[in-house]
């Protein structure tokens, strides 16, 4: 019996130390990781162009209504924080007079359009629609030295 415990204990903390690792791995996610998709750029491309590039500018360079959406001033403003952050605030506040019409994938697109422009990379899948996933993914201006 204290065999069958024993084994199950040992069993159950390398289920646990797994997992522990695979989400610390996944809350150590930053914009460098690749965390969003060419063609979900693309598609954002499109919807920018529609929703935002008025006031923002075509490539969120900013105009005389609206500021910047990319470069170093833009990039210091999200420093430190989630691409969830970056999420919310799009789907919550824009597009002025429109605040919170544009449907989660849509919000994701523009978002994934706007990681493009400031020169994140792209990767190999789309980047979720759901705020409280993309809160594990960190904005970080600077790339990190081990990435």
């Not at 429109?98 to 849509?106: F, M, R, V």
């Not at 422009?117 to 629609?129: D, L, R, T």
Request: aromatic share 8%; charged share 20%; with cysteine.
């Amino acid at each position: 019996m204290n065999r069958r415990i024993a084994v199950f204990a040992v069993i159950a903390l390398g289920v646990i130390g797994t997992s522990y690792s695979a989400l610390r791995a996944q809350a150590e996610r930053s914009v460098w990781d690749g965390v969003y998709s060419e063609a979900q750029a693309t598609r954002g491309s499109t919807l920018f162009d529609k929703e935002c590039a008025g006031c923002h500018g075509p490539d969120g360079e900013g105009g005389g209504m609206a500021p910047a959406l990319s470069g170093a001033a833009f990039n210091a403003n999200y420093d430190g924080q989630s691409v969830g952050d970056l999420f919310d605030r799009n789907r919550t506040t824009m597009p002025v007079g429109k605040e919170g019409q544009l449907n989660g994938q849509q919000v994701a697109d523009i978002t994934a359009f706007m990681l493009q422009v400031n020169k994140f990379p792209a990767g190999p899948s789309e980047m979720a629609s759901q705020a409280m996933m993309l809160k594990q993914i960190k904005y970080l201006a600077q790339k990190p030295a081990d990435r």
